[in-house]
């Protein structure tokens, strides 16, 4: 049973979250402010977060950025009252797999969670015989194992991270678009505002090892978008 962890100050939508998660199969757990979230996060271990933004204590972008800096991978929906579009692109990138803007129906929570969990698994199944890997150079990107290597030294990645990485190099020295990333990576669109990819690709570049404007492996195409060399 997957375990779901709601991070929200608002009890009455904590407990019809929780009893339809329930209902779903789900085991659900909460936490009301942002210092119990992130305790309950290192105990817990859930497979997915439900994230409130305003939260008491530390907010919902601050526990996100935090998971992420210290290597958390599970997956994370923002929960967001805010209808300003910007605020939606900063939690994707802090880090967060998807949002949901209050008020939501439950139906669609049930969908996000459902497709971000399925994607998810499905980048850290078992791995079956005959494994699929990306070589570019030294770069090596284990599909089953969403495993990322630079040489002999392991990359840790978030799932979008990873995803982002993977349709690169799977259109190896082909000039994807922002647009066109926003879109298979991310499923959504923001109407113009694609800064997201841009820092997702910096965050990318850092840890595969590349400094300052070096290019070694993802090259930007001014004007056009990004490639795989």
Same mark, same amino acid.
């Given at each position: ?21 329930? +209902? ?6 909460? +936490? ?6 992130? /305790? ?50 900063? !939690? ?18 049930? +969908?996000?969670?459902? +497709? ?56 190896? !020295? ?21 800064? /997201? ?25 001014? !004007? ?6």
């Amino acid at each position: 049973m997957k375990k779901i962890l709601i991070i929200e100050d608002e009890p009455n939508i904590r407990e019809l979250v929780l009893y339809n998660l329930k +209902a779903n199969g789900y085991e659900g757990i909460e +936490a009301e402010d942002g210092y119990m979230g992130v /305790t309950m996060v290192h105990k817990e271990k859930p497979d997915l977060i439900l994230l409130d933004i305003m939260l008491p204590g530390k907010n919902g972008y601050d526990i996100c950025k935090e998971l992420r800096e210290e290597g958390n991978e599970t997956p994370i929906i923002m929960l967001t009252a805010k209808t300003e579009e910007i605020d939606k692109v900063l !939690g994707l990138e802090f880090g967060a797999d998807d949002y949901i803007s209050k008020p939501f129906g439950i139906r669609e929570l049930m +969908a996000r969670i459902k +497709a971000v969990l399925r994607r998810y698994d499905h980048t850290h199944e078992d791995l079956p015989p005959g494994e699929h890997i990306l070589r570019i150079d030294e770069l090596e990107i284990n599909i089953e194992r969403h495993q990322v290597k630079v040489g002999d030294r392991l990359v840790d990645l978030t799932l979008k991270e990873f995803e982002l990485l993977c349709y690169l190099a799977e259109n190896r !020295g082909h000039v994807l678009t922002r647009d066109q990333l926003l879109d298979k990576v991310w499923g959504i669109e923001y109407a113009g505002e694609t800064r /997201t990819v841009d820092v997702h690709i910096r965050y990318l570049r850092k840890k595969l090892g590349q400094g300052g404007d070096e290019e070694k492996h993802i090259e930007t195409i001014r !004007g056009k978008g990004y490639k795989i060399k």
